[in-house]
């Protein structure tokens, strides 16, 4: 169950809830309700506010408000369990079918996960600033991504010209030197910086990570391994990291709609952090003389998965995503 689904399913247990006249409501049902990761390990998959949101129109308290659509929601599909914590947010835990389905999808997709199949924009004519010319390129695949017209952007600009950043730079730390800031802020145009390959460089993180995930499955082949089927992922890591692959499609949304590609660019900083988190506490390779297991099989799977969503969201900003780092 993607977050997008799991807001439509709260969203109409909401619903169910006030046509059996257990919630009575002074205003209409909200038409969107948010779902996000909570801030902490322990509390479920993910939590909503949405009881909070209501209590006022029901003049009752956000605890009694949760408790009623925490029951509802309970026994919806694909969900494990629901719990209340104050002041009247809803945690909950999706059930491991779900995360199994997830990778599965991500693996199916491939190169089109989160990126819809759409007729892209015509090109316009550059304008010769290099900042305004990339936001215009990302906007245009934002666009043939999610079929969302992003609005007009006047972001900050640089005063190199885009080739003058090219030869610097090279063309994958220029895009993301002028698409990682959001497009108020001045960009940082040092090649010290950019070109760093250690980890306080956040674009050589997110493409350290990608070419992990690929070696990890190179490694597996030689061993005679392979993903397998992602079922039993309840390590604090795992669920982080397939949260977040959850989460891509719609960030790639939020992206187009507001015309923001650096959305883009922070959610793969995330999403390769905890990828490396994962890395590191779930092995996903036998070690010594172990036998490869199907908790590896799903680890590879995850791995893989991961790796789907960083290289279609590097593709999304203009910059290539190398198998070999």
Request: aromatic residues 4%; charged residues 25%.
């Amino acid at each position: 169950m993607t977050p997008a689904e799991l807001s439509r399913t709260v969203l109409a247990t909401v619903r169910r809830a006030v046509e059996a006249d257990e919630l009575s409501l002074t205003g209409p049902v909200p038409e969107r309700i948010v779902v996000r990761k909570p801030p902490r390990p322990g509390c479920g998959d993910y939590a909503t506010n949405v009881a909070l949101q209501l209590a006022p129109l029901t003049g009752a308290a956000p605890l009694a408000v949760a408790g009623v659509i925490g029951r509802r929601l309970a026994g919806a599909p694909g969900i494990a369990r629901v719990e209340i914590a104050d002041p009247g947010f809803l945690n909950i835990t999706l059930e491991g079918e779900s995360y199994e389905a997830l990778v599965g999808l991500v693996r199916e997709r491939g190169s089109r996960y989160g990126i819809g199949a759409h007729q892209a924009p015509a090109t316009g004519d550059p304008t010769g600033e290099a900042r305004a010319d990339a936001y215009a390129a990302a906007l245009r695949r934002l666009h043939a991504a999610t079929g969302i017209v992003p609005p007009a952007r006047r972001p900050h600009p640089v005063r190199e010209t885009a080739d003058e950043l090219r030869r610097t730079l090279g063309a994958d730390a220029t895009a993301w030197a002028l698409l990682r800031p959001p497009a108020e802020d001045a960009p940082r145009t040092d090649a010290a910086e950019h070109l760093a390959q250690r980890e306080g460089n956040p674009l050589f993180r997110v493409r350290y990570a990608h070419a992990r995930t690929r070696a990890l499955l190179r490694n597996a082949h030689d061993l005679g391994a392979g993903p397998g089927t992602a079922s039993g992922l309840r390590h604090p890591a795992e669920t982080e990291l397939l949260g977040l692959i959850a989460d891509f499609p719609r960030t790639v949304e939020a992206a187009a709609r507001h015309g923001a590609p650096d959305r883009v660019a922070r959610m793969l900083e995330r999403t390769a952090d905890a990828f490396l988190r994962f890395h590191d506490e779930c092995p996903a390779l036998p070690k010594g003389d172990e036998k490869p297991s199907a908790v590896h099989g799903a680890r590879l799977a995850l791995a893989d998965a991961a790796g789907t969503v960083l290289a279609n969201g590097l593709t999304l900003l203009g910059i290539s995503a190398p198998r070999h780092l």
